[in-house]
Each structure stands twice: as C-alpha cells, then as structure tokens.
C-alpha cells in the first residue's frame, strides 16, 4: 500500500492494482474491522476519568490501513454512521484529520463531537502520553484541534446535552497540548446547563425500570464529566461561569444519587418479596423446578461516575451540602455499588471523603455522613484484591486512612505493603512516594526493611524531582518512623532540598530541622544555614505554638549550626517568651519574677486547653523546658572551656536573662497544664526542673505545683510505663517529698505490674529512690525486685552505676539480702571494678559496710588501689566515706596507701563535712596499727578548723 495520507479517500477499495491486491486489502481492512468491534462500542459514551486506550495490536493493524478503508458499507447503516465508525477506528489524528477533511461538507454535530473524543483518546493513550510535548509543538496538530473548536462552537446551539459533555471532557484532556480559549469553554459550559435542563424538563416515563436506572446511569456519568472537567480546567473557566455551573451539578446529581438510592430501595424490597416462601411449603425431592421471577434491574450507578464526580469537587474545594453527603455517603455504603468497584474507584472514593472531611465540621451531619462512607469504604478496601491496585492508587489509600483517623487491618496491611514493594514501587511519582511514606508514620506502620528500603531507594532516585512539600513530608515521616537512611540518601536529601529551600513554607521548613535532629543526623552547616536563614527572612511569628517549640527542640540539639542557626535559636527563645507571656497571667508574672511562689491561685486562670487559647500545650512545655535544660549544659560546657571565644554577647544574654526568664514562665505555665499530661510529660516537666536545680537555677518547686503533679500523676498511674515510673520515684526522692500513702500504695502496685519490663536502670533508680525515701515496699515487691536484679546480674547486664544505686537502696531500707545473693553481688562488683566512677565506688562500699556484709579482702584491697591511683577525682567526703567503709569491712591498707588518702584530705580539710570528719577520725582510730602522731595532729587541727567554721556560721 501506498502512504496512508496520500491515498483518495473512497468508499470502495478501488485503484488501478490487481485483482489480488484488492482482495488483499480488503481482507487486511475486514480483520481491522472484526479486531475493532470486538474491542470497542458503536455507541459515543467515553467514560468520564478514564477512557479505554488503544490496543497495540488495533493500533498496530489500523496504521497500515487508510482512512478510505476504514469506512464500512452495511445493509443497515447510513453514510452518517460509516463516518462515524471510521472516525472511532482511527488509531492517528491525521487519520481523523483526513476523514473529517474528506466528508466536510457532509460533516453533522456527531461527527465533529466524535473527532474532538477520539483525539482525547487518542491523546489519552499510553503510547500518545509520551507524545504530548511532541503533540503541542506540532503546528498541523494544534491548528486541527482549535478548527474542530471553532466548528463546534459555531453549531453549539444544537448540541445535545451528552455531546456538549463529551465535548468538555474531551477539551480537559486535551489541554496539556492546546488550551481551549476561555469564550469557547464559556460558551460551552452554559449550553451545558440549557441542554441538561431541557433534557431534564422533557424526561417522560420509562415504560420499564431497565430503562430508568440506564437512563441515570448515563445522566450520572454526564454530570460527572462535566465535573471532572471544570476540576482539570478550573484555572481557565471564569468563576462567573464556574460558580454557576458547580451550584448546577450539586443539584443535578443530589437528584440523581436520591434517585438510585429509590431504585435501590425498590429492588430491595422486590428481591425480599421474592425471597419470602408461601404457606412455609419446601419443593419435595423430584419436583420439577418452578421457575423463578425475573430478577429487578439494578439501579445502573456506576462507581466510576461517583468516585470521578466526588474527586472532582473535592479537587474542587467544594464541601457539598448535608443532604448531598448523606446521598453520597447512602450510595456508597451501598454493597452493590462497592461490589462492582475496582482499587482505583475506592481510592477517589476514599481520596474524596477524606478531602471532604478536612472541611466538615466535627461532629456535624455533614461529618456523620461522611464516617458512615468512609467506613463502608475502609471494609470494601480490605475485601478487593490488590493485584489491580496501581501505585497511585495505593497512596491515595494509605493517605486518606490516614486523615480519616482508620486503620486497617494489619493483615491487609502486610499484603499492601508487600504489593508496593514487589510491584508498585519503582512506578511511584516523588508526589506518591512522599504520601506514602507520610501516611505509614500517621497511622504508626513501620514497614518490613525490605519494603522501606525499596521505598527509600525509589526516592533517593526520583530525589531530583521532588517537590519542596514532598522533601518535608518524606524527612518528617522517616524521623516519625525512626529510621534513618543511609549516608547516600542523606547527601541527596540535604543537597535537592538546599536548592528547594526558598520555596518552602515556615512549617515545612520546621519540619525539617525537626526531623534531622529527631534523627541524629549531622547536615552540613551551609544546610543549616540556609534553612535558618530562610525561616528567619519568613519570620517566626506566623508559627503555631507547636511550631516554635520544634525549633527551640532541633536547635537545641543541631551542632556546628553556624551564625544563622544562632540567630534563629535566640529568635526562637524571644517568641517563645512572648507566646507565654500571653499565656500566663500578668500578675503570676510579677510574683514569680519577686520569687514569691506560695500562692498560685491566679494560675487558674490559665487554660489547660491550649487550643482554645493557641498557647502552648503540656507536651509542648515538658520538650521546652528540657530543651531549656540542655541549653544550659552546652553553655555551662563552653564557659568551662579555655579560652573559648565562642562565648560571645549572644551566650551572655541567653544565660543572664533570656533563659532564666523563659525557665521561670515554662515554670508558671505547666501547673494548669499538669491535669492534662500523661506519664511521659510529668516525667520531663519534674525531671527537667530537677536538673535545672542541680545546675544552680533558682528554680522553687512549690507544695502546690507538687500537690497538683501528684494529682495528675496518680490519675494516670495505671498507664504509666516501667521508666515513667522509675522517674518519678527518682525526681521524688531528689526533692525528698514526703509521700502520701495512696500515692505510694498505687505506685508500689503499679511498678509491680511493670517490673518485668523495666531494664537495669530502672530498676535500680526504683531502690535507690525508694531507701532516699526511707519507704520500705512490700515484701512480695522487694522480693520480686531482688529476683529480676539477680536474673539481670546472670546476664551481666547491671553496669556500675546499677549496683551502686541497688546497694544504696538495700542500705537505706536496712534490708539484708542472703549470704548467696551477697556473693553475687560482691563478684558483679569485682567484674567491671575498673569501670566505677569515684561515687559510685564509695557509695558501693558504703552499702557493703552498712550491711555489714563478709566482704573479701581481694575485692577491699583492689577498691583501696582503684581509689588510690584516681585519688585527685574523688572528694573529700567520698575518701573519708570510703575509709570508714574499709574500716568497718576490716580492709587493712597499708601506711602508704593511708597516708596518700589522708593528705589528699588535709589539703582540702575546709570541705569536710562535720560527718566526714567524723568518719575520717574514727577510720584512723581504729587501725590495726597505731597511725603516726603527725596524722593524729592534723586531723586534730582539722577538727578545731571546722569547730570554728560551724561557730562562727
């Protein structure tokens, strides 16, 4: 055959070749042919979302053929029809260009509306997708496309309703390669509300409800295609033209959805009708078979129509009415409709209803309705097989289970998570990937390693094209996930998302620093420094409460973060103060600025719901505070330096008013909060005030900021975890509260629960907070206690500072474990020896000593030698501790290892407390061998110092 396009377009397969030519094409044309009506329908009915691509072997079969055989000639068809036929056969817009060339003069509104859908197809394609940059240059193509515009436009008037609705969906898709003009898509549009409304006005009665329930199935879809294109055009219709038109549809399809649901009612009532037996008479066996009725017609609503109708308001922004949801919401939860529905319909259902829930009110109808369907939808998502699901689809799912506040099944979950990792993954838009992985941590699903390695892997390809939103919502998800990529991943992330920094909003950008920090990860400083950079030029003030916190927390902890990166700490912790100074009563101010503390009845008029007042909330408050308390630790650590000039007017201020003015409001602000915390905000708030007392903060706890933390706390006593626990005791103790007995019934019953899952630490804070205390526990509880320290000690899991804290703790309760228990002990104690710190040495021979416990004189000479040769570490109250403990062990060191500990006393005797002294006297009395006169002088000097400093004191 000749070039296709050149060839006369005829109705005959005419020409000047042979008679086996002939035959031959005719042959090839009546195989395209047969191929073609077994894949695609006579009728015009393009479906609304997503239309039926081409074949590759019809597209194949139908490039050989030209235009003139792709015309038909039948005994009941027409002309008008044969073009028609042959305008759908075309597999190539010049095919569709020269059949519509060729017939102009005989050209009607069918064929004109079929050529615009058939290049929409055609474009639509999978093949064509790839040819839509090529498409939009190609002058011939664009100046086809805007001809058959202007030839619709100018027979507009007599277009029925579903034309001008094919024509518009067909226009949205052809967008990305010509723009419909704004008159045309006006001009469009209204004869769309003139044609729906005459064809809605000259409805008759169906004569069968077969006919009714395809008459809206097609009056849905229409709607629905009109609605996905104003969603796809929305930036080219003017509003004057849109508003109108959606209000339209919104009604228009409100009376379709009423009407199926009728429908739907009836059939239900037949089926029942026919379901109910006569005179409760069963057939006997050999009877012939009565048949039965004729099954009613289902009521014909696609789910493709709604999910495309609901995707394209929610696109949209568009919150329908409560009557509509409630339509909406009945429709889908109908099982007949979800039965049909494959994963891509469900996920614009979900996509939509979840859209739709952002903008409903709680606990309105409007928010009723939408439950119920989301609901149906989350059951329907579990029962449709997965293998259809694309990569699309299974975001836009996971996303909105997410917003919706569902969560799945964990079995469902698993067989999703596997099909995206075999299947999906490497087909996943950055934008698909970013909410993946954002919707995993919102519903708290941590994948197997090997699906979030093919997740990260896919995004550190795609790395380049993401968008400055998904850069944040990838990092914020991994940090919520804790799992922290790999140095690769990393150096793409911080290098793409520097060159994305300016577009990114104050949030985002928050949610960065946060999550690097969360992560442990160390950005390099030209990072930092543009995001602090970026997040102070946009200014801090348009932050939620929220936001300010997570800045005081990343920067609290990001290292080496250059002049920017102290410029928007110091900013952070001037917003910070300026938010609680609203917070916080002006008049609780002035007394916790005149350290007058003791009456804090004005606190209560703080809220406790910070939501309602946009101040800050508990968790909030407990990770400022402990941020605070890290702040003070790095800057006690750089004035402790040499010659550090880092230290600069910055630092000096942060230290002499900004933090302590900020601790003292953090202070005021918790205690109304206190009733609204859960175990791990009382932990930080009382062990962040601890530790801000240490570092020599004049920070007053007061008996009522105590009363109310043991309120709250034994309020959620019941869920507080093994280490929330253990913290409380410990801050208790530091602060040596006296207790009440319930709170210490209640704990002691709690703690029990947990102790099996407390780790070392734990359970030695726990009896060493318990005899600061002077509480003595249960037997059962001290029993179960010494047991789990034993099976720990097997395992060699307590490190020095355990068995310091557990033999403090058995000391001051004055309780005496047995002779094998103490033997453990002393051998776990001669293991890591040269591991202990000078305290927890003296305080583990100070335990031994108290119990008075046979301690072997390998293990005293080897504390005295580990003592000795550290000796500038200890203090001086720790030496003559631990000499008096060796005393009362009978460990005899020798005269030079005494005399060496005894002058590192003399030398600072001012620091001895009378107690140490006391014990360092009685050390040296009771010698095996009479010590030397010289050290009985100088302890007798030393006596007569301290004497005259308590006198004088």
Same mark, same amino acid.
């Given at each position: 055959?000749?070039?296709?396009?050149?060839?006369?377009?005829?109705?005959?397969?005419?020409?000047?070749?042979?008679?086996?030519?002939?035959?031959?094409?005719?042959?090839?044309?009546?195989?395209?042919?047969?191929?073609?009506?077994?894949?695609?329908?006579?009728?015009?009915?393009?479906?609304? +979302? @997503?239309?039926?691509?081409?074949?590759?072997?019809?597209?194949?079969?139908?490039?050989?053929?030209?235009?003139?055989?792709?015309?038909?000639?039948?005994?009941?068809?027409?002309?008008?029809?044969?073009?028609?036929?042959?305008?759908?056969?075309?597999?190539?817009?010049? $095919?569709?260009?020269?059949?519509?060339?060729?017939?102009?003069?005989?050209?009607?509104?069918?064929?004109?509306?079929?050529?615009?859908?058939?290049?929409?197809?055609?474009?639509?394609?999978?093949?064509?997708?790839?040819?839509?940059?090529?498409?939009?240059?190609?002058?011939?193509?664009?100046?086809?496309?805007?001809?058959?515009?202007?030839?619709?436009?100018?027979?507009?008037?007599?277009? #029925?309703?579903?034309?001008?609705?094919?024509?518009?969906? *067909?226009?949205?898709?052809?967008?990305?390669?010509?723009?419909?003009?704004?008159?045309?898509?006006?001009?469009?549009?209204?004869?769309?509300?003139?044609?729906?409304?005459?064809?809605?006005?000259?409805?008759?009665?169906?004569?069968?409800?077969?006919?009714?329930?395809?008459?809206?199935?097609?009056?849905?879809?229409?709607?629905?295609?009109?609605?996905?294109?104003?969603?796809?055009?929305?930036?080219?219709?003017?509003?004057?033209?849109?508003?109108?038109?959606?209000?339209?549809?919104?009604?228009?399809?409100?009376?379709?959805?009423?009407?199926?649901?009728?429908?739907?009612?009836?059939?239900?009532?037949?089926?029942?009708?026919?379901?109910?037996?006569?005179?409760?008479?069963?057939?006997?066996?050999?009877?012939?078979?009565?048949?039965?009725?004729?099954?009613?017609?289902?009521?014909?609503?696609?789910?493709?129509?709604?999910?495309?109708?609901?995707?394209?308001?929610?696109?949209?922004?568009?919150?329908?009415?409560?009557?509509?949801?409630?339509?909406?919401?009945?429709?889908?939860?109908?099982?007949?409709?979800?039965?049909?529905?494959?994963?891509?319909?469900? @996920?614009?259902?979900?996509?939509?209803?979840?859209?739709?829930?952002?903008?409903?009110?709680? !606990?309105?109808?409007?928010?009723?309705?939408?439950?119920?369907?989301?609901?149906?939808?989350?059951?329907?998502?579990?029962?449709?097989?997965?293998?259809?699901?694309?990569?699309?689809?299974?975001?836009?799912?996971?996303?909105?289970?997410?917003?919706?506040?569902?969560?799945?099944? =964990?079995?469902?979950?698993?067989?999703?998570?596997?099909?995206?990792? *075999?299947?999906?993954?490497?087909?996943?838009?950055?934008?698909?990937?970013?909410?993946?992985?954002?919707?995993?941590?919102?519903? !708290?699903?941590?994948?197997?390693?090997?699906?979030?390695?093919?997740?990260?892997?896919?995004?550190?390809?795609?790395?380049?094209?993401?968008?400055?939103?998904?850069?944040?919502?990838?990092?914020?998800?991994?940090?919520?996930?804790?799992?922290?990529?790999? &140095?690769?991943?990393?150096?793409?992330?911080?290098?793409?998302?520097?060159?994305?920094?300016?577009?990114?909003?104050?949030?985002? /950008?928050?949610?960065?620093?946060? *999550?690097?920090?969360?992560?442990?990860?160390?950005?390099?400083?030209?990072?930092?420094?543009?995001?602090?950079?970026?997040?102070?030029?946009?200014?801090?003030?348009?932050?939620?409460?929220?936001?300010?916190?997570?800045?005081?927390?990343?920067?609290?902890?990001? &290292?080496?973060?250059?002049?920017?990166?102290?410029?928007?700490?110091?900013?952070?912790?001037?917003?910070?103060?300026?938010?609680?100074?609203?917070?916080?009563?002006?008049?609780?101010?002035?007394?916790?600025?005149?350290?007058?503390?003791?009456?804090?009845?004005?606190?209560?008029?703080?809220?406790?719901? @910070?939501?309602?007042?946009?101040?800050?909330?508990?968790? #909030?408050?407990?990770?400022?505070?402990?941020?605070?308390?890290?702040?003070?630790?790095? %800057?006690?650590?750089?004035?402790? #330096?040499?010659?550090?000039? +880092?230290?600069?007017?910055?630092?000096?201020?942060?230290?002499?008013?900004?933090?302590?003015?900020?601790?003292?409001?953090?202070?005021?602000?918790?205690?109304?909060?206190?009733?609204?915390?859960?175990?791990?905000?009382?932990?930080?708030?009382?062990?962040?005030?601890?530790?801000?007392?240490?570092?020599?903060?004049?920070?007053? =706890?007061?008996? $009522?900021?105590?009363?109310?933390?043991?309120?709250?706390?034994?309020?959620?006593?019941?869920?507080?975890?093994?280490?929330?626990?253990? %913290?409380?005791?410990?801050?208790?103790?530091?602060?040596?509260?006296?207790?009440?007995?319930?709170?210490?019934?209640?704990?002691?019953?709690?703690?029990?629960?947990?102790?099996?899952?407390?780790?070392?630490?734990?359970?030695?804070?726990?009896?060493?907070?318990?005899?600061?205390?002077?509480?003595?526990?249960?037997?059962?509880?001290?029993?179960?206690?010494?047991?789990?320290?034993?099976?720990? %000690?097997?395992?060699?899991?307590?490190?020095?500072?355990?068995?310091?804290?557990?033999?403090?703790?058995?000391?001051?309760?004055?309780?005496?474990?047995?002779?094998?228990?103490?033997?453990?002990?002393?051998?776990?104690?001669?293991?890591?020896?040269?591991?202990?710190?000078?305290?927890?040495?003296?305080?583990?021979?100070?335990?031994?000593?108290?119990?008075?416990?046979?301690?072997?004189?390998?293990?005293?000479?080897?504390?005295?030698?580990?003592?000795?040769?550290?000796?500038?570490?200890?203090?001086?109250? #720790?030496?003559?501790?631990?000499?008096?403990?060796?005393?009362?062990?009978?460990?005899?060191?020798?005269?030079?290892?005494?005399?060496?500990?005894?002058?590192?006393?003399?030398?600072?005797?001012?620091?001895?407390?009378?107690?140490?002294?006391?014990? /360092?006297?009685?050390?040296?009395?009771?010698? *095996?061998?009479?010590?030397?006169?010289?050290?009985?002088?100088?302890?007798?000097?030393?006596?007569?110092?301290?004497?005259?400093?308590?006198?004088?004191?």
């Amino acid at each position: 055959l000749a070039h296709p396009y050149s060839m006369q377009v005829g109705l005959g397969a005419a020409g000047a070749g042979s008679t086996a030519r002939s035959a031959a094409a005719a042959a090839a044309a009546q195989e395209a042919r047969e191929l073609l009506e077994r894949q695609f329908h006579l009728g015009l009915q393009p479906s609304s +979302s @997503s239309p039926a691509s081409l074949s590759n072997a019809s597209d194949a079969a139908l490039s050989q053929l030209p235009p003139s055989l792709l015309l038909t000639a039948s005994a009941d068809s027409s002309p008008g029809k044969d073009i028609t036929r042959a305008i759908k056969r075309a597999s190539d817009w010049r $095919q569709v260009q020269s059949l519509v060339q060729e017939h102009a003069p005989h050209l009607n509104t069918r064929h004109l509306c079929a050529s615009l859908v058939r290049l929409a197809r055609l474009c639509n394609s999978t093949f064509w997708q790839q040819e839509k940059k090529i498409l939009a240059a190609d002058k011939q193509y664009v100046a086809f496309v805007q001809q058959l515009y202007r030839d619709i436009a100018a027979v507009q008037l007599s277009l #029925e309703y579903r034309q001008v609705c094919n024509v518009l969906w *067909a226009a949205s898709q052809l967008q990305d390669a010509v723009h419909p003009s704004t008159t045309w898509l006006t001009s469009m549009y209204k004869q769309a509300v003139i044609s729906g409304n005459a064809a809605n006005s000259s409805k008759v009665e169906q004569p069968s409800e077969q006919k009714s329930s395809q008459a809206g199935s097609h009056a849905m879809m229409h709607v629905a295609q009109m609605a996905y294109s104003i969603a796809r055009l929305q930036e080219q219709v003017p509003q004057n033209v849109q508003q109108p038109t959606l209000s339209w549809l919104l009604s228009m399809s409100q009376g379709l959805l009423q009407d199926s649901l009728h429908l739907q009612h009836q059939h239900q009532s037949q089926r029942l009708g026919m379901q109910q037996p006569q005179n409760n008479q069963q057939p006997h066996q050999g009877a012939a078979s009565v048949p039965q009725q004729q099954q009613p017609p289902d009521a014909g609503m696609s789910p493709r129509d709604i999910a495309t109708l609901a995707w394209s308001f929610a696109t949209l922004g568009l919150l329908p009415s409560t009557s509509w949801l409630s339509a909406f919401a009945s429709a889908v939860s109908c099982k007949g409709l979800l039965a049909a529905a494959n994963s891509r319909d469900l @996920s614009n259902l979900l996509w939509a209803t979840a859209t739709f829930s952002k903008l409903a009110v709680k !606990g309105s109808a409007a928010a009723n309705s939408l439950d119920a369907a989301a609901t149906a939808l989350l059951q329907a998502c579990q029962e449709v097989t997965l293998r259809s699901c694309d990569a699309q689809s299974a975001s836009n799912i996971l996303w909105a289970f997410a917003t919706l506040g569902l969560r799945p099944s =964990v079995a469902w979950l698993n067989r999703l998570l596997h099909h995206i990792e *075999a299947s999906v993954v490497t087909y996943m838009t950055p934008q698909a990937l970013s909410v993946t992985l954002w919707a995993l941590a919102a519903l !708290g699903v941590i994948p197997q390693p090997s699906c979030m390695s093919a997740l990260l892997a896919s995004s550190a390809h795609n790395m380049q094209r993401f968008t400055a939103q998904g850069l944040c919502n990838t990092i914020w998800a991994l940090a919520v996930l804790e799992k922290a990529p790999g &140095k690769a991943w990393q150096s793409a992330f911080f290098r793409h998302s520097r060159a994305t920094v300016t577009n990114m909003t104050s949030q985002g /950008l928050v949610n960065c620093l946060w *999550a690097v920090a969360r992560l442990g990860l160390q950005p390099p400083q030209e990072w930092v420094v543009d995001v602090a950079a970026q997040l102070l030029q946009q200014g801090l003030q348009g932050l939620s409460s929220q936001g300010v916190s997570n800045v005081l927390w990343a920067m609290g902890r990001i &290292k080496n973060s250059g002049r920017q990166g102290q410029q928007l700490l110091h900013a952070a912790l001037q917003q910070a103060t300026v938010l609680l100074e609203r917070q916080v009563p002006k008049q609780q101010q002035d007394k916790g600025n005149s350290n007058n503390l003791q009456h804090v009845d004005t606190l209560s008029a703080v809220s406790s719901d @910070s939501s309602s007042t946009g101040g800050f909330n508990v968790y #909030e408050v407990a990770g400022m505070l402990h941020t605070v308390c890290q702040l003070q630790a790095q %800057q006690q650590m750089m004035a402790s #330096e040499p010659c550090n000039s +880092s230290i600069s007017n910055r630092e000096a201020a942060l230290g002499s008013h900004l933090l302590p003015k900020l601790i003292s409001l953090l202070q005021l602000a918790s205690q109304p909060l206190l009733s609204t915390a859960g175990p791990g905000e009382l932990s930080i708030l009382f062990w962040s005030q601890n530790s801000l007392a240490e570092a020599g903060h004049a920070v007053n =706890v007061t008996r $009522q900021w105590l009363d109310a933390w043991l309120a709250a706390s034994q309020a959620c006593i019941g869920s507080a975890s093994s280490r929330d626990l253990a %913290q409380w005791i410990w801050c208790l103790a530091k602060r040596g509260v006296r207790l009440p007995a319930q709170w210490l019934a209640s704990f002691q019953v709690a703690s029990f629960r947990q102790m099996g899952q407390a780790n070392s630490q734990d359970l030695s804070n726990m009896l060493w907070a318990l005899g600061s205390l002077k509480v003595v526990p249960e037997p059962a509880w001290l029993q179960q206690h010494l047991s789990l320290a034993s099976r720990r %000690q097997s395992m060699k899991q307590l490190q020095p500072q355990h068995l310091a804290n557990i033999g403090s703790g058995l000391a001051r309760l004055g309780h005496r474990p047995d002779r094998e228990w103490l033997a453990r002990y002393q051998e776990d104690i001669y293991a890591v020896l040269q591991d202990f710190k000078p305290q927890e040495l003296t305080n583990v021979l100070w335990a031994l000593a108290v119990l008075n416990c046979k301690a072997e004189q390998a293990l005293l000479h080897e504390c005295l030698v580990a003592m000795v040769s550290n000796l500038s570490s200890y203090k001086v109250n #720790e030496v003559a501790v631990s000499l008096w403990a060796m005393a009362r062990l009978r460990g005899q060191p020798d005269l030079r290892l005494m005399a060496a500990a005894l002058q590192h006393c003399f030398t600072q005797a001012r620091q001895l407390t009378p107690k140490g002294l006391s014990m /360092l006297m009685w050390s040296v009395g009771n010698m *095996a061998t009479s010590p030397p006169k010289a050290w009985v002088a100088k302890l007798l000097v030393a006596t007569q110092v301290r004497l005259e400093t308590v006198c004088l004191g």
